[in-house]
C-alpha cells in the first residue's frame, strides 16, 4: 500500500456516510478519528465496520493481520478538538448551511494551518459553506454516495476560492481510496444530485397524479429501464430526514424551478417519521433490514 496523501483523517458525524467514508480512509491506510456529538453513534461505527472486516476474514478474503491493522487505525475522538492532527477532515453531519459553517470556522481554529476541510454535503453550496472561511482555498466538497464503499464515484467540488492544489489533493487521496473522482461545479446538486432529483420528483409527481403506485414505478424502472434501485427504494435507502431537505434545497437555489419541485408525500412522510429502512418503515416495510413488499 502507498502511503496515503493524508495520514490522518478525521471524520466528522459518523451517521450512514461518516461510517462508509471511515471505511474506505481506514483501508486507504490513514488514521481515521471519528467525532460525532452523539458517542452512541461513534461505537455504532466502529463496531459496524469490526464486523464487517472479521466476515470478510472469515469469508477468506481479507487477511486477519490486514483486518486487525485496520481496526486499530479507526480511533474515537472525544471531541472536536481531538481532531487537532489532522491532515484531512470531511464532515458528514446534519444537510443545514448554519451547522455545517458554523463546525467549519470551529474546526478552522484546531487543525493544524496545512489541514485541508471538506463537506459532504449533498446540495449545500459548497462556496456559502466556505463563506467566513480564513483558509477558503483549503476548503472543498468531497461528496459520496451511499452506500460509499460500492458506490465508486465521488464528486470533487471547488467553490469560488478553492484552490487547485485542494482538489488535486482530493483528487489524489479518492484514487487512493479506491474511487473514481469526478470534478463539478459548485451548483445546486452538483452533478448527481442534478439529475438525480429529477428522477425522484418525477416519481413522486407520477404517485400523486394517481397514474401509478410506488411498487409499480421502482419494478418498471429497474425491470424495463435498468436501474439498479427504484426510486422508492433510494428514498428509503438515503431515507427521508436526508433527501426531503435535499430537494427542498435544490428547489429553492435552483429559483423555485418547477422541475424540482419537492412533494407533500415527502413532506409528510417525513412530519411523521416513517423516513425510510433505518427506521424500519418507509414507502416499504423493513424486517431486519429487508423490505417485506416485493419491489
Ligand atoms: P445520518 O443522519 O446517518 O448521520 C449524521 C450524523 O451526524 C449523526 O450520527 C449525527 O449525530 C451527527 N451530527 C449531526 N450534527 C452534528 C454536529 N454538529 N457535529 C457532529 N456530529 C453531528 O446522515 P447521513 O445520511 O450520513 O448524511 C450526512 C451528510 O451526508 C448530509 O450532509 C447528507 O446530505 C450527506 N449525504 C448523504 C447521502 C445519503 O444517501 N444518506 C449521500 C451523500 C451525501
Known amino acids: 500500500m502507498n502511503n496515503p496523501r493524508f495520514s490522518t483523517v478525521g471524520i466528522v458525524g459518523t451517521g450512514a456516510m461518516g461510517r462508509g467514508i471511515a471505511q474506505i480512509a481506514a483501508q486507504a491506510g490513514s488514521t481515521v478519528l471519528l467525532y460525532d456529538t452523539q458517542a452512541a453513534a461513534i461505537s455504532k461505527a466502529q463496531d459496524a465496520l469490526g464486523a464487517q472486516w472479521d466476515k470478510l476474514v472469515e469469508k477468506g478474503r481479507l487477511e486477519a493481520a490486514t483486518a486487525t491493522a485496520q481496526k486499530e487505525r479507526l480511533k474515537s475522538a472525544a471531541a472536536l478538538a481531538d481532531l487537532s492532527d489532522c491532515d484531512f477532515v470531511i464532515e458528514a453531519i446534519v444537510e443545514r448551511l448554519d451547522v455545517k459553517k458554523a463546525l467549519f470556522g470551529e474546526l478552522e481554529g484546531i487543525v493544524k494551518p496545512s489541514a485541508i476541510l471538506a463537506t459532504n454535503t449533498s ?37 469560488l476560492k478553492t484552490s487547485q492544489e485542494t482538489c488535486t489533493a482530493l483528487f489524489e487521496y479518492a484514487r487512493q481510496m479506491g474511487h473514481t473522482p469526478v470534478q463539478a461545479g459548485d451548483t445546486p446538486g452538483f452533478i448527481v444530485n442534478h439529475a438525480g432529483r429529477g ?31 427504484g426510486p422508492f427504494e433510494l428514498f428509503d435507502l438515503t431515507a427521508l430526514d436526508v433527501s426531503h431537505p435535499v430537494m427542498e434545497s435544490i428547489y429553492t437555489q435552483y429559483y423555485d424551478e418547477p422541475r424540482y ?21 418507509g414507502f416499504y416495510t423493513y424486517v431486519d433490514g429487508v423490505a417485506q413488499v416485493a419491489a
Request: hydrophobic share 45%; aromatic share 8%; proline share 4%.
Open 199 to 229: 428522477y425522484g420528483t418525477e416519481a413522486l409527481r407520477i404517485v400523486s397524479e394517481g397514474i401509478s403506485d410506488f411498487a409499480t414505478i421502482d419494478r418498471i424502472l429497474k425491470d424495463q429501464v435498468g436501474f439498479k434501485l
Open 123 to 159: 446540495s449545500l453550496s459548497v462556496t456559502a459553506i466556505a463563506a467566513g472561511l480564513k483558509r477558503p482555498e483549503q476548503f472543498a466538497g468531497f461528496h459520496f454516495f451511499n452506500p460509499v464503499p460500492l458506490m465508486k464515484v465521488v464528486e470533487v467540488i471547488a467553490g
Open 261 to 281: 419541485r419537492p412533494s407533500v408525500i415527502t413532506a409528510q412522510r417525513l412530519a411523521g417519521g416513517v423516513v425510510g429502512k433505518k427506521v424500519g418503515e
